[in-house]
């Protein structure tokens, strides 16, 4: 069994911070700056800007006086007391602890089997479901995975199966029922050595161009397992160096600094910018700096870059009641008052966390060699969206990174010939689990560098980031769908 860190070893280094004015009431200091620079192009700067900030200290100190065990109220800020919003770091989520605690910690550690629980507990990404299975199956296992035997059990399931937050989308593959087809998308995902493909990457972006590749792996539901399965001790990707946005947390950006943040460039730089100046903005704002959040003792104060887009959703919330004059798409701020579950709150981080994350370069690495006037060498192929493909090139850093249609990737033939047949494997898993006929897959010439099939799939790039959106638009019919 893996260790961890619990939270009463956390409580002794760091006490709870005490019940007092809330930090989302603190003022700017007007040496705060008026104005930033994201990339090329300057942002004045809005009230939404330091309520960021203000908003994640006070929901954190709100945490740790919950789980050092004080009793209500713990905040004073009315808007953090009644409604729900999750944690301020991704990984002291109620539903988080439990995958790190009974899916990661329990059963085999073996690298696929780890990895086969935590995709299996991701997919249905609801508590009730893992221990109804065990329950039924007992241990859940790859080695002992029969698609039957799990069909079975979740069609007398008397209980949603799917939590409500968010419904990854079922891959087409001829199944009504949702689950039939997610349990195929599993068991094609352990066929064609997921695992082993995910341990060659290093970073957390390379991993998830590769796992989008799969049907109904979308931006959000793909970030959501790979953090999930950051957890093993098999993975260390950092999760300072990029992050895949949720509508949510591009909400929030687009209040702070305009539509811009609907380019994915940018809102990189604006990620960037809240990770780089998280310090200044502390001091700006007043916040000493034993109360800035901080994830454990063995780590630096502040967010990481995936921590900052989980806390920008739930910033953008708070929002809606904090600053009504910032207009979005919603205005309440939740479905229902917040009503603390029974039980203790758990804080437990997985051992290798406890050391620094390695640093990552966000510069250039010297000159990047290049053949010819504004010619530049490709080091890798990212990912891939319709007919673009994210490059990596050749003394670049991953902030570099960029999408580029295939006529400016002469010379690269190879890496295509290679992105080519990850795909052509991928798919070959996922068509040979097709209800009814058989859809060939057939990889076309390299020159053309794309898939063609015999009808229309469900890739990434069909998916829509409202469906990507905790199933809001469609979460009725498919619960539907589900239980028939």
């Known amino acids: 069994m893996p260790k961890v860190v619990r939270a009463a070893d956390l409580a002794k280094v760091r006490p709870a911070p005490p019940l007092g004015r809330p930090i989302t009431s603190y003022g700017t200091s007007p ?14 700067v809005n009230a939404m800007l330091p309520l960021f900030f203000k908003f994640a200290c006070e ?22 007391a009644d409604w729900p919003f999750t944690n301020v770091f991704r990984v002291l989520d109620r539903n ?12 085999s550690q073996d690298l696929e089997e780890s990895v086969f629980r935590v995709i299996l507990f991701r997919t249905f990404n609801k508590i009730e479901t893992w221990e109804f299975l065990k329950e039924e199956l007992g ?13 079975n059990a979740l069609k007398n399931a008397e209980q949603a199966l799917y939590h409500n937050a968010y419904i990854m989308p079922a891959p087409k593959l001829g199944y009504a029922i949702n689950y039939e087809a997610h349990l195929r998308l599993i068991e094609a995902m352990m066929d064609a050595k997921l695992p082993h493909e995910l341990l060659r990457f290093k970073h957390l972006k390379d991993a998830h161009g590769y796992l989008s590749l799969y049907p109904s792996m979308g931006d959000f539901t793909t970030m959501q397992m790979l953090l999930d399965l950051n957890m ?7 999760e300072d160096e990029w992050v895949a946005l949720g509508p949510g947390s591009r909400a929030c950006l687009e209040k702070m600094f305009g539509a811009d943040m609907r380019n994915e460039r940018q809102a990189a730089h604006a990620l960037r910018y809240l990770r780089d100046a998280q310090a200044s903005w502390y001091n700006w704002l007043s ?5 800035v959040p901080r994830l454990s003792p063995a780590r630096a104060a502040g967010l990481s870059m995936v921590d900052i887009e989980h806390a920008l959703c739930e910033c953008e919330k708070y929002s809606r009641a904090g600053l009504p004059s910032f207009s979005g798409a919603r205005t309440k701020v939740g479905k229902r008052a917040f009503r603390p579950r029974d039980g203790a709150l758990t804080a437990e981080l997985p051992a290798h966390w406890l050391t620094p994350p390695p640093v990552t370069i966000a510069a250039v690495i010297g000159q990047p060699p290049a053949r010819g006037e504004d010619e530049y060498e490709v080091e890798a192929i ?38 080519n047949e990850k795909k052509r494997l991928i798919w070959e898993a996922i068509d040979s689990r097709r209800k009814g006929s058989e859809v060939t897959v057939a990889v076309t010439s390299t020159a053309s560098a794309r898939i063609t099939r015999k009808r229309k799939l469900s890739t990434p790039s069909d998916l829509t980031e409202e469906e990507e959106d905790v199933g809001r638009m469609t979460r009725s019919s498919r619960k539907r769908r589900t239980m028939s």
């Open 232 to 238: 093993l001790p098999h993975f260390q990707w950092s």
């Open 287 to 291: 916040v000493p700096s034993r109360a």
């Open 96 to 107: 988080t602890q439990y995958i790190l605690r009974h899916v990661v910690r329990e059963g």
């Open 139 to 151: 241990d859940l296992t790859w080695k002992g995975f029969d698609i039957k035997a799990y069909q």
């Open 31 to 44: 040496k705060a700056p008026k104005q930033v620079t994201l990339g090329a192009k300057v942002y004045k």
């Open 382 to 419: 990212v990912a891939e969206r319709g007919k673009l493909y994210c490059v990596r090139w050749a003394g670049w850093s991953i902030d570099d990174d960029s999408w580029e249609p295939r006529e400016n990737l002469e010379g690269a033939q190879e890496l295509l010939d290679a992105w």
């Open 59 to 80: 929901r954190h100190h709100t945490q740790q006086r919950r789980l050092a065990g004080l009793p209500q109220p713990w905040t004073e800020d009315k808007i953090i």
